[in-house]
């Protein structure tokens, strides 16, 4: 006798979000990278279709970063000496999307001038993040708002400590932006309450909700995520845009990743930890409704992207 | 599904006559509803009601055990989708394969070192729980002989024929152990030798609907302890097949799908990482690992423990004073938050370092730092009580506390609080620690 398997019905859906423009939508990308709109749990592909696969965007910094692993400047090599090779060298590995930092010894024209080297690098959609300072952040991510006007970009990071002037220069230049908040349900809503009344379209904002590493506070970022996508379902529209995470960042900075000598030896061979640090922080949160997470190594690219593929297989 | 007091009243003799010690059978049915009494208390229920109460009664996950002597890992019991519901209860039992067809000698010498590996992760040691056995040519019994002259630990047996595992489980006396490789055609000789040695048994399949059947089947011949042993080619398939499992077996009550899965994590290219993973978190209640590599191990003992962590309780270590590496008068003060992998992240660099400092805990509900500082559980007025409270002041001969960089914004507030210290500023993040106390202090 066949089984009837339980299917929830929900009433809610994850906001559908376009990132980047091409010339005939007035930008310059090669192709757009469209994400959410799922109307179940994640993957759960016997109730409803997913219509957009989870995307990777790759970690670069305008400028060659003091304080990475040396597994990753060993990697990464020469390409990280300017924005133009690493953005470039990251399409190669895999990338859907890249992610820049600016950093903060960058004047506004120095900012500008990485987007826009970036933009010429590759056709990929850009998103670039201020270097996490208020007045900095604001000063580099207008000037390239404006320089870029009609790209689609995402900028960020917008936090309920400052997010007005990133939204209203990507409101001004048709960006969208990233909306950052402390592993919180509550805050999280808060905060695109905050930037929709502001007037910005809601398909226009896609949710951080910020992850720990594995070992260091995965869990609380994963039931946050849980929790945001349960709740979107159920209908609570200020949940429902699509998230992005950044498991390289988080994996990256823990001592597991970043170092090598002085551990126990129990903790194994350091590179391969390392990888599987950020390809299992990054695989659990893609499995909590991640739409975007960010890495750092390109093994981890491959095998996150081997996961999604067996995830997406439809059978 | 639990019985309401209604339903089991209706299941009672309804004679009211009070040898139970309770007044009415009505009285007794809602306390055996709020299971603050036994069945065994009525001495004239039916035999077809104490099998209805005993199966409504039932947890919809069975619990497996799979024991050596003192050693037990256990599986099922659960009762949520979702972690934050309550808490995930029986952590996944981690076990290595070894193949016979690698002989008794290379057998050895893999559990030898896995029997050494133990890895500490915030104050808690882990080590795998057992190890599975797969028979693919060559003498069973042998390496059954060889795994367990190296091991305590409980374990599965893999296999197809059913005469060749039996040469094994005859080696496992007392235990209780698990088969694996029962399917649609040989479920029956298996479940004989699941029920002749008293071991549980999983059900190897991809479709429900056979597995149910086969269940079912097994039950008859007398064998309850049951595993589905889930075999499904890709993650997207193992991922809906899981949560369809432990949904019917939740929401639907249904009892043939009421066991824990068992999952066999394969493939080359750090694949095996990504399936035990998944297995973890979507819940598997056994994971075998075809290799084992402490760091691969490493990282799935440490999302294990993060995954069946209670969410209501937080590893939290005693807010206090604590002294690394003996420090002296005028050794620095660092502050921190009571999170525990907050405080063992701290505490390992600062004692790696070699330099002693003396490292002031708060109390902020188990809240890493940036955590707590956003629900305002750290905050200058919380640092300068555990500063006054711990009477740090008569300790050190220099007044000066370091803040974690997270909370930089606080420093101001800090001094308006302490005015008679230094407030200096550290890093942000723990591993950042050594070179701080080196250059900066």
Not at chain 2, 31 to 55: D, N
Not at chain 2, 71 to 95: C, D, P, Q, S, Y
Not at chain 2, 238 to 245: D, F, G, P, R, V
Not at chain 2, 347 to 361: D, F, I, Q, R, T
Request: one cysteine or more; proline letters at 5%; hydrophobic letters at 40%.
């Amino acid at each position: 006798m066949p089984i009837e398997i339980p299917k929830d019905k929900w009433g809610g859906k994850i906001r559908t979000t376009v990132l980047g423009a091409t010339a005939a939508e007035g930008g310059t990308r090669s192709h757009t990278v469209t994400i959410g709109g799922e109307s179940s749990l994640p993957f759960m592909h016997f109730e409803t279709p997913t219509p957009n696969t989870p995307c990777i965007a790759i970690e670069i910094k305008d400028r060659k970063p003091e304080d990475w692993s040396p597994i990753l400047t060993d990697i990464w090599g020469e390409a990280m000496n300017s924005p133009v090779s690493w953005s470039k060298a990251a399409e190669l590995a895999g990338a859907d999307i890249i992610l820049m930092w600016l950093t903060l010894e960058d004047t506004p024209q120095d900012a500008v001038n990485a987007a826009k080297s970036v933009l010429g690098a590759t056709g990929l959609p850009l998103i670039v993040y201020g270097p996490g300072q208020v007045d900095k952040d604001n000063e580099l991510l207008v000037a390239v708002s404006e320089a870029t006007k009609g790209e689609k970009l995402v900028l960020g990071i917008c936090e309920d400590k400052n997010y007005r002037t990133i939204v209203a220069t990507a409101m001004a230049n048709g960006h969208l932006v990233t909306a950052r908040t402390p592993m919180d349900v509550n805050l999280s809503k808060q905060l695109n309450i905050l930037i929709s009344d502001m007037g910005m379209s809601n398909e226009r904002v896609i949710m951080d909700p910020t992850t720990g590493a594995l070992g260091y506070g995965i869990e609380y970022g994963y039931s946050v995520m849980e929790r945001l996508r349960l709740a979107a379902l159920q209908g609570d529209q200020m949940t429902q845009g699509a998230m992005i995470v950044t498991p390289g960042f988080e994996a990256w900075k823990t001592k597991e990743a970043k170092v090598g000598t002085g551990v126990p030896t129990a903790w194994g061979e350091w590179k391969e930890r390392a990888i599987n640090w950020e390809t299992l922080t990054a695989v659990a949160l893609i499995e909590t409704g991640a739409a975007i997470v960010v890495l750092r190594h390109p093994e981890s690219v491959k095998r996150v992207k081997t996961a999604i593929g067996e995830l997406m297989t439809v059978s | 599904m639990a019985l309401s007091g209604i339903q089991i009243y209706k299941l009672l003799p309804q004679t009211n006559c009070k040898e139970c010690g309770y007044p009415t059978c009505l009285a007794f049915a809602m306390k055996l509803a709020a299971k603050q009494v036994e069945l065994s208390g009525c001495p004239y229920v039916s035999e077809e009601s104490k099998k209805q109460l005993a199966e409504s009664s039932a947890p919809p996950i069975r619990l497996i055990s799979v024991k050596a002597g003192e050693l037990e890992t256990k599986a099922g019991n659960e009762t949520v989708m979702f972690r934050h519901e309550k808490t995930f209860f029986n952590r996944t039992g981690i076990f290595i394969k070894v193949k016979t067809s690698e002989g008794p000698e290379a057998i050895k010498a893999k559990i030898t070192e896995v029997e050494g590996y133990k890895v500490s992760y915030v104050g808690m040691d882990f080590t795998v729980d057992g190890y599975a056995i797969e028979a693919d040519g060559g003498d069973f019994s042998n390496a059954v002989k060889a795994v367990r002259a190296n091991t305590k630990r409980p374990l599965i047996l893999v296999g197809n024929d059913p005469t060749i595992l039996d040469t094994g489980l005859g080696i496992l006396n007392g235990e209780k152990p698990m088969l694996v490789g029962a399917d649609a055609s040989s479920w029956e000789a298996m479940a004989d030798l699941a029920k002749k040695y008293s071991a549980s048994l999983a059900i190897t399949g991809d479709n429900l609907d056979t597995l149910a059947e086969l269940t079912e089947k097994i039950k008859t011949k007398g064998v309850e302890d049951i595993v589905i042993h889930l075999k499904s080619e890709n993650l997207g398939k193992h991922l809906a097949l899981s949560t369809q499992i432990r949904r019917m077996a939740l929401k639907s009550n249904f009892r043939p799908l009421g066991y824990p899965i068992i999952t066999f994590a394969e493939g080359g290219n750090g694949r095996d990482a990504i399936v035990a993973s998944q297995a973890i978190a979507k819940y598997s209640g056994f994971l075998v690992m075809d290799r084992f590599s402490p760091e691969l191990i490493y990282p799935l003992l440490v999302l294990r423990q993060n995954i069946y962590t209670d969410p209501q309780k937080p590893i939290q270590v005693q807010p206090g004073i604590y002294e690394i590496n003996s420090p002296k008068p005028d050794s620095p003060v660092l502050v921190t938050t009571n999170f525990s992998i907050t405080y063992f992240s701290v505490a390992n660099e600062v004692e790696g370092s070699g330099l002693p400092a003396w490292l002031v805990v708060c109390d902020a509900e188990g809240m890493s730092v940036l955590t707590a500082w956003a629900a305002g559980k750290f905050d200058a007025d919380r640092i300068a009580k555990s500063i006054k409270g711990f009477n740090v002041a008569e300790k050190v001969s220099k007044k000066r506390i370091v803040l974690p960089g997270h909370v930089a914004v606080l420093s101001g507030e800090v001094e308006e609080e302490l005015p008679e210290w230094e407030i200096r500023v550290g890093p942000r993040e723990a591993v950042d620690i050594p070179s701080f106390l080196k250059q900066a202090l």
